[in-house]
């Protein structure tokens, strides 16, 4: 199953440009998490947003949640090559199941 | 910080065969973890939760009799595809909760089918 959409499907920037993804679920969460994935390999989880909070930052990584509209978004400010990889959402259902959005497909310019 | 080791890194087997997939908790003790299927350009699919010392819990439209989930250890789950086809040619990745929020994934096992 999964747990909903994700937006663009795939987002082409320069680098220095900022990359904005966004994520919407279905079911009421207690947290809700971002991850990365290079090309054919494993996730790297990058940050997690409980259901009580509406912002958090980590680095040049800035995630909002608003619970009503059942979305979040992930900002990728002065993006680098480097950043190129899918971010996923995930939402963890019942105790332990982690859910996964449709993803993102970044591709930064240099 | 907690480690997932996930072999093979990639197989490539005949149709008909069989492949198993290990999964290790390094530096952790899991009782529960999760396997995920995931085809070219898509998301990650849940397809069973392996439980330690109990039968797994498989999602809906996922064969329990083709895929094998075997989690005899606090460190070790396996998954096993039986008389594997070309269709189940994808990426199957591993993951466990050491504790608190955080999910632990391993590298990913890239298995083709010929």
């Known amino acids: 199953s999964q747990q909903g959409e994700e937006d663009p499907q795939a987002l082409s920037i320069q680098e220095g440009e900022n990359a904005t993804m966004n994520c919407s679920y279905k079911?009421?969460?207690?947290?809700l998490q971002w991850y990365r994935q290079n090309s054919g390999r494993g996730l790297v989880h990058l940050i997690l947003i409980r259901s009580n909070e509406r912002e958090k930052h980590s680095g040049r990584l800035r995630v909002t949640l608003d619970t009503s509209k059942k979305s979040s978004s992930l900002l990728i400010t002065a993006s680098r090559a480097a950043d190129t990889a899918s971010y996923f959402c995930a939402t963890a259902e019942g105790t332990d199941k982690l859910i996964f959005g449709t993803g993102t497909r970044l591709q930064v310019f240099p | 910080g907690a480690v997932v080791s996930q072999h093979p890194s990639w197989v490539i087997c005949k149709s008909g065969t069989s492949v198993k997939i290990e999964c290790r908790s390094l530096?952790?003790?899991?009782?529960?973890m999760f396997w995920y299927r995931q085809f070219p350009k898509q998301s990650l699919m849940l397809m069973a939760t392996s439980n330690e010392g109990s039968k797994a819990t498989y999602e809906q439209g996922v064969e329990k009799d083709k895929f094998l989930i075997n989690h005899a250890s606090l460190t070790l789950s396996t998954l096993t595809v039986t008389s594997a086809h070309p269709e189940d040619s994808s990426f199957y990745i591993c993951s466990a909760r050491p504790g608190g929020y955080g999910y632990t994934f391993g590298s990913g096992t890239r298995l083709t089918v010929v």
């Open positions: 530096d952790f003790q899991a009782t529960t």
């Open positions: 079911t009421s969460i207690n947290n």
